[in-house]
């Protein structure tokens, strides 16, 4: 749901693992985290050339990029952290204890195992005040006791953690220090496609680390690596131990910060790694300053991106805009009038690109905002001005007969909705339709990914309150395309169902 009640699955088409970039060990071990995995306003420090040149800044030099990366790898840190974790209670325990069974096997099994143990973990980080705050991921410190940053001179300094958004993976960190090198804010959103990039870090633990790389897509989304994604992709080597690190452009600016690749097998460095961009990581961290808190904007519907079944569905533009699943009752969408089946094209006058792209302008939009929109409804556009609300902790969530032959829904058994499924299904008084009991492995409904335990709750637009009612509409449908609303998980979404 946008902005709070967003639950739909997302996807990626990749048969590589996210790998998240922090290196540490456990018991003398190495730990890996993978993943599946928004003022205070700080003024930026001006840009600082290196001392002795006279190449214009982002200019190589007969011996390369050096006047760019000394002044920004002096600002880039080293950032250990660890935390306490339980060990699980091991069942044989007892017995190696027991004199008999040392008699035996001698003391090669420990007497004790510990019921607690440290883990550790490397990450980076980079200065962004004189003063001594530093932005680097949440995954760096998260849930840590202990943090220690170590800066390029050597010089060690206790870390606190000031404040962390894991919803975009950005963490703010603060060491009493001052007259620190820091590193310039660029402008992430002037970032092209092939602009020269580098990545500086501290990987694997060796050592700080500058690797050099092109701008190779923006705006990469739909990884499932965080919730808020619109990542920077490039080439430029980045490994575990550069999450938190920086990723500056050919001037010396900072426009990124590291935080995860696409690994294969060997889970290194693939030429595909993706990082945060600096006016993401900026917002945040100005609302930590101010606020403590990030807030972001609430819309309050489900949304889902424009298939080319649902865009002849719905007579709209095939892959733009999203489309309204779900509508929270009394939310800012409700409130204002948006409806189920409605397609949102626009906001404040940009086109919506799709569910990301309508997820990130809202969530970046102030609770409080009004914010005016381009709705298709029944092939018709209306513009709607929704006031936005501030964004739940928590999304609504809930748990995750009769067939049909030579329709679409062929292979789908469903039933009416009694008491005792209502109960069974955590569902609402007010949801109506038929329970989906059973969906064929090899029907067209469950390669549309229809499930067991969804609720129908129209058919063809038409609500349907019982298996009698169900039955009729797929009749009156015939072997044609059906576009279901589902319930599930307390929230609706559509699907069509092709014929085979």
Known sequence: MIAGVFE???????????????????????LSLWAKHDSAGLTPPAVVAARGTNVEPGAPTA??????????????????SSRIVKT??????????????????????????????REHSLGSGVIVTADGYILTNNHVIDKATDIKVALPDKSEFKGKVVGSDPKT???????????????SFGDSDKLQVGDYVFAIGDPFGIGETATMGIVSAKGRGNLDIEDYEDFIQTDAAINPGNSGGALVNARGELIGINTAILAGGGGGNQGIGFAIPIDMARRVMDQI???GKVTRGYLGVVIQEVSPNLAKAFKAPEGKGALVGDVSADGPGAKAGLQKGDVIEEIGGQTVTGVNDLRLRIAST?????????????????????????LPEKAVAGPVGTEIEDTPMKGVQVDDLTPQLRRELDLQPGIKGVVVTDVSPDSPAADSGLRRGDVIEEVNREPVESVTEYRRAIRRAGNQSIVLLVNRNQNTTFLVIEPE
Not at 170 to 183: D, E, F, H, R
Request: net charge positive; glycine share 8%; proline share 9%.
């Open 169 to 183: 993976d950005v963490a703010v960190v603060k060491i009493s220090a001052t007259g620190l090198p820091t590193l």
């Open 63 to 80: 011996m390369g990029f050096a006047p760019v990366l000394k002044p920004a790898l002096a600002a880039v840190v080293n950032i250990s």
């Open 289 to 291: 300053l101010k606020h």
């Open 366 to 390: 102030a609770p409080g905002t009004t914010v005016h929109l381009k709705v298709l409804r029944s092939g018709q556009s209306r513009d709607v001005a929704v006031t936005l609300g501030e």
């Open 88 to 117: 699980p209670q091991v069942p044989f325990e007892p017995f190696f204890n027991d004199p008999f069974f040392r008699q035996f096997f001698g003391d090669q099994f420990p007497r004790r195992l510990p019921r607690e143990q």
């Open 8 to 30: 739909i699955r997302r996807s990626v088409a990749v048969a590589v693992v996210v790998s998240v970039l922090i290196v540490g060990g456990v018991a003398g071990g190495a």
